[in-house]
């Protein structure tokens, strides 16, 4: 299903929106999807197994997750084209290794890695794939300096949509459970919510 993308290094949310949108045109429809924001309330979240580098600290990152719709019994996998793990992975081995969900650390506390700070207090909005490809819009003036430099090359096709939303989906301090932006789920209620139904 990578084959399906354009890639792009640092456009997380639209490499996940061409696999999303991928998904929802199938048909018949072999997947269950859900587009995932992950973040943290300072917007200083690590994550590890990253193709960039072993350990890295995101604002944000946007994965998908899958589930068969023939075979349900199967589980989760997670699509990350931003990891060294395999694509797509097991929702269990992408917690345990790329998120670290078992690392000994007080989520309330900060996590200082060499001369890094972040935050382990992880937030998931979780939205339905097919709302997501409906409703995302992006203008990538987030990938842009004061002075309209890009801060990384931009994809190559137009952008998505006709305005820029793209905020509101980073956003984990609301803990709102919107029919367009989707539901904010805290570490422990995301892992009972898609684990407990794999």
Same mark, same amino acid.
């Given at each position: 299903?990578?084959?399906?993308?354009?890639?792009?290094?640092?456009?997380?949310?639209?490499?996940?929106?061409?696999?999303?949108?991928?998904?929802?045109?199938?048909?018949?429809?072999?997947?269950?999807?859900?587009?995932? /924001?992950?973040?943290?309330?300072?917007?200083?979240?690590?994550? *590890? =197994?990253?193709?960039?580098?072993? &350990?890295?600290? *995101?604002?944000?990152?946007?994965?998908?997750?899958?589930?068969?719709?023939?075979?349900? =019994?199967?589980? *989760? /996998?997670?699509?990350?084209?931003?990891?060294?793990?395999?694509?797509?992975?097991?929702?269990?081995?992408?917690? =345990?290794?790329?998120?670290?969900?078992?690392?000994?650390?007080?989520?309330?506390?900060?996590?200082?890695?060499?001369?890094?700070?972040?935050?382990?207090?992880?937030?998931?909005?979780?939205?339905?794939?097919?709302? /997501?490809?409906?409703? &995302?819009?992006?203008?990538?003036?987030?990938?842009?300096?004061?002075?309209?430099? *890009?801060?990384?090359?931009?994809?190559?096709?137009?952008?998505?949509?006709?305005?820029?939303?793209?905020?509101?989906?980073?956003?984990?301090?609301?803990?709102?459970?919107?029919?367009?932006?989707?539901?904010?789920?805290? =570490?422990?209620? /995301?892992?009972?919510? &898609?684990?407990?139904?794999?």
């Amino acid at each position: 299903m990578l084959s399906k993308i354009e890639y792009t290094s640092s456009y997380c949310e639209e490499n996940i929106y061409q696999l999303a949108e991928h998904v929802v045109k199938e048909k018949p429809p072999r997947l269950q999807a859900y587009v995932v /924001f992950l973040s943290t309330p300072t917007k200083t979240m690590p994550i *590890w =197994e990253q193709s960039k580098s072993p &350990f890295v600290i *995101w604002d944000y990152h946007v994965v998908l997750l899958t589930r068969s719709l023939q075979c349900p =019994e199967e589980g *989760w /996998f997670l699509w990350d084209p931003d990891t060294r793990l395999p694509i797509p992975c097991p929702l269990e081995q992408y917690l =345990e290794q790329a998120l670290c969900r078992d690392l000994e650390h007080p989520p309330e506390q900060p996590l200082i890695y060499g001369n890094l700070y972040c935050e382990m207090n992880r937030k998931y909005r979780v939205i339905e794939a097919n709302t /997501f490809v409906q409703h &995302f819009s992006s203008d990538r003036s987030h990938m842009k300096t004061n002075t309209g430099e *890009w801060l990384s090359p931009p994809p190559s096709y137009p952008c998505i949509g006709n305005q820029m939303n793209l905020s509101q989906y980073t956003n984990v301090n609301e803990n709102q459970n919107d029919a367009v932006f989707g539901t904010v789920y805290s =570490e422990g209620e /995301f892992r009972q919510t &898609f684990q407990a139904s794999a």
